[in-house]
């Protein structure tokens, strides 16, 4: 099987990549990224001799449309994917997620070839704290920020050309991914580099706010469980009920690198700012037979720090011009 991979030198992208070379190696692997700064090009240099990596734009139609003729599956991760980028500057979130997504329906129209089109639980808005109810594959597109308006209407324009045009086409939709060689503007990654550079975690509002982490190879495992077994036409939500509040990651996250559990600060809150997302993935599991193997945030987490510490490397430089967009952000 030939599979076109966008955004495959991102965070969920690469890890994929890694994963498929690991678990299906006869699936012949392409990468198309623009390698925008969220990219780490250098994560796919041990395995350049396995993987075919083109520089270049989902937003290029002609780029796109060529290359997708020569593929079998395409599997489409590449995004503007911060919130706050989005709401600082929104432009690039519309031009990539939304023209992007088009770009690639329109080739996958032209040459038949099937899409597995990857999305966000935040397309369904927020949750209130207390509320029981879990977002299904039933619950109404309402979201919140620019970036996920982008990602509920490329989700609709994916949705729209299956019914229109029969195209062969999953969607799934995942909560909060993480694990090793995600960007350090987000969440998790910020607060490790942090930590080992001797800064206090930097909490948006109260904390109270709750994410449904999930590791990202169980993420990816799910992705090749619909590649292979999933119904087309169909989404599939994806969690591994990790449901846990922000103020409780930094206490595992100070806990497990020996700092005070006061060590933290509590800085401006996010405009818009989603409570709570939560996902319910019955669905997936009994089609496909999926299950998470990661069930111990503790445990990933721990994990996920050893991994930071032994590639200082790796985030170095994007750490410099990360905190620079945030200390002009306010946050
Ligand atoms: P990321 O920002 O780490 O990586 C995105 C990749 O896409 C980068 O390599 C970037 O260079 C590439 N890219 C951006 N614009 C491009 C363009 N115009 N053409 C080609 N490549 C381009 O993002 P991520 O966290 O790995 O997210 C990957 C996908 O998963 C996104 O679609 C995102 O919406 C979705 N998702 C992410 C999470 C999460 O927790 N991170 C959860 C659910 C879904
Ligand atoms: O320094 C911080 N302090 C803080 O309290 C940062 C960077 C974030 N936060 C909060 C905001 C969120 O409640 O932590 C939570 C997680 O923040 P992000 O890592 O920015 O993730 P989120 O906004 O939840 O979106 C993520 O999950 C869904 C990904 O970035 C999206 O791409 C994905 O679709």
């Known amino acids: 099987m030939r599979l076109l991979v966008t955004g495959g030198a991102g965070f969920i992208g690469s890890n994929f ?19 925008t700064y969220a990219a780490n090009p250098e994560t796919l240099q041990p395995v350049a001799d396995r993987v075919r990596v083109i520089e270049g734009s989902i937003t290029d139609a002609d780029l796109v449309d060529g290359l997708v003729a020569e593929h079998d599956v395409v599997v489409h991760f590449a995004a503007e994917s911060h919130n706050d980028n ?3 500057d929104p432009w690039p979130f519309v031009d990539t997620n939304v023209i992007g997504t088009f770009r690639i329906l329109e080739a996958v129209r032209r040459h038949g070839t099937r899409l597995h089109h990857i999305s966000t639980d935040e397309v ?12 299904t594959e039933a619950t109404p597109v309402n979201p919140s920020s620019p970036y996920s308006a982008t990602k509920a209407s490329a989700d609709l324009l994916v949705r729209a050309w299956i019914r229109s045009f029969a195209i062969r086409a999953t969607l799934s939709n995942c909560s909060n991914n993480y694990g090793p060689r995600q960007h350090v503007e987000k969440f998790i990654p910020r607060q490790i580099t942090g930590i080992l550079e001797g800064v206090r975690p930097k909490l948006y509002g109260s904390g109270a706010n709750v994410r ?32 846990t509040s922000n103020r409780d990651v930094i206490a595992i996250l100070l806990e497990l690198t020996g700092k005070p559990a006061d060590w933290y600060d509590h800085v401006d809150d996010r405009p818009g700012h989603d409570l709570r997302y ?9 089609e496909t037979g999926w299950e998470p193997r990661y069930r111990d945030l503790r445990a990933g987490l721990a994990d996920t720090i050893d ?3 032994a590639n200082e490397s790796w985030w170095r430089a994007a750490k410099l011009d990360a905190e620079r967009t945030y200390a002009r952000l306010g946050r």
Not at 19 to 30: F, K
Not at 124 to 135: I, K, M, Q, S
Not at 278 to 286: G, H, M, P, T
């Open 17 to 35: 990549v890694l994963r498929v070379l690991d678990q299906r190696p006869d699936w012949a692997v392409t990468v198309l990224d623009a390698m």
């Open 124 to 135: 369904y808005g927020d949750l209130a704290l207390e509320d029981p109810a879990r977002f």
């Open 307 to 309: 991994w930071y510490r």
């Open 278 to 286: 939560a996902i319910d993935s019955s669905k997936l599991r009994a």
């Open 86 to 88: 989005s709401l600082d």
């Open 212 to 243: 449904d982490w999930i590791h990202v190879d169980d993420h990816n495992d799910a992705v090749i469980a619909v590649i292979e077994r999933g119904r087309l036409g169909g989404t599939y939500l994806i969690g591994a009920d990790g449901e």
